[in-house]
């Protein structure tokens, strides 16, 4: 079971963005993920007129180490590692490790 996944909430706890706040946009793989406002380049593009896509300089997120970030944790207002705890009827659930909360309702 995956500890981030789209949609959730996080905070960058190291790199030249420590301390934004933002949402996993998508998982590029097992150790990267692409966050919201997070990571920003300025990219030259090739104009395709083709897809009708016009050329320049172009202000995209790139991925972040999946280390590099972590769950935000609304009780507590800070960033928190998340545990998978198993329930009584079988599922599993990611829970913080502060407070024992279950991150998915």
């Known amino acids: 079971m995956n500890k981030m996944r789209k949609g959730d909430g996080v905070i960058v706890i190291t790199g030249k963005d420590k301390g934004k706040r933002g949402t996993v946009l998508r998982r590029v793989d097992d150790d ?5 406002g997070v990571n920003r ?11 009708g896509e016009q050329g320049g300089i172009v202000e995209k997120e790139m991925p972040i180490q999946i ?6 944790n609304p009780s507590t207002q800070k960033a928190d590692r998340v545990g998978i705890k198993t329930l009584d009827d079988g599922r599993k659930v990611r829970v913080f490790k ?8």
């Open 32 to 36: 990267r993920v692409v966050v919201e």
């Open 98 to 105: 502060a407070n024992g909360e279950v991150v998915d309702a």
């Open 41 to 51: 380049v300025k990219k030259h593009v090739k104009p395709n007129p083709m897809k």
């Open 67 to 72: 280390s590099n970030v972590a769950l935000y």
